[in-house]
């Protein structure tokens, strides 16, 4: 079945199920949900660790905010909520995305970590009768990667009923970095999108922020289910635009507001510490951020060196990762992240790449590789650590833009043995 065919039994279910229990938490009407995809899209030309930490140095950079240089990396959804769902690879997670009427469906990055919603890095924009050209030129340079291009404004169309009328699209007409989709659908703040048109004063409104103003959703609201995999490419997320689905987290959702402590705060930042297993300080409380378009766990250098030394864990030169041998990894200790008062616990499972996708990577079948890496010694008082995806895959993830709050929930994949 495919994910817009799902994505509208999703909305059927709902609207059967309306007066009984349904799986989602409901402010003025249902949410919607849409499945995603994780891709793996790793070329072995540098390691995954070099990949994130060029994302993490632009972001270091504060990018956005009226500078016209919103970075993101190539690697590595008042009324209705509603649900896409996405692909899982094991560097970028993308979503089925339709532009203009009748929709052509485009394969966009789904990312946290920048605003701009664009396509034609694979295939052309295709025009239609809801497509207008806005006169201005539009240029993001990311992590490792670019486009550049000229603004319209069109339909997108994200599930069946789910639909945004006059939605800023970036059309390139040169990008680098970004082979195998077609663009980004950025779900970041506001504020990362000022600086990128030829007009430098104007910013772009959000597809989250259109949605509401449309009258779509009653929330700015995203929440982000992702499911860990030993798949190469694995339709295992979920997006829903304008609140949460409770089917998809347990217990309950804490939030906390976005980080005011710049750069972290341009993007989705939090405040966390970290400890390994019961009283090992590894991270005091810092500024960082949440990442979807990040694959690992990065911390300042002075934070991974103390993780290095608790696990016993040796560099590998092949991956660019830490690794344990498999006894070492019998007494790996769980890493608890404080976020917003709460601990969550990361797991010795969920600190090691899946390890049937060692080889992928670069690395054997000797050895077990660890997913927290070092930021690098330039990380700063401001954004001193990212929690990508493998971290998010064990979280519920909400990005609210309108109250400027995150929040996190267990799942049923918290504690999972995947890797």
Known sequence: MSPIMLASLAFGLFAASAATANPFVVR???????????????????TLAEMD??????????????????????????????????????????????????????????????SNTWVGADQA??????SEATGETVSVTYGSGSFEGNEYTDTVTLASGFVIAGQSIGVATTSDGFDGVDGILG??????????????DECIATVTQNAYSQGLVSAQEIGIS???TTSLSDANGELTFGGTDSSKYTGTITYTAVTTTEPAS????????ITYGSDTAIMSSSAGIADTGTT???????????YEKATGATYDDDTGLLRLTTTQYDKLESLYFTIGGVSYELTANAQIWPRSLNTAIGGTSDYVYLIVNDLGSSAETGLQFINGMTFLERFYFVYNSGTNEVGFATTSYTDATTN
């Open 296 to 306: 690992l766990i990065l911390l300042p250098s002075s934070a991974y060196a103390k």
């Open 125 to 130: 924009y295709v025009q239609t009768s809801t």
């Open 187 to 200: 779900l970041g703040p506001e504020d990362l999108t000022c600086g990128t048109l030829s007009n430098e």
């Open 53 to 114: 930490r060029i994302r993490a140095q632009s972001f270091m950079c504060g990018c956005g905010r009226g500078n016209g240089c919103n970075y993101v990396s190539e690697q590595s959804a008042a009324a209705t909520i509603f649900d896409t769902d996405a692909t899982n690879g094991a560097v970028d997670y993308t979503i089925s995305t339709g532009i203009g009427s009748p929709p052509t469906y485009y394969t966009l990055i789904v990312d946290t970590g920048s």
């Open 266 to 273: 341009y993007y989705v930042g939090i405040e966390e510490s």
């Open 226 to 228: 992702f499911e860990p």
């Open 28 to 46: 003025d009407k249902a949410p919607i949900t849409i499945p995603f995809t994780r891709r793996f899209n790793f070329t072995g030309e540098s």
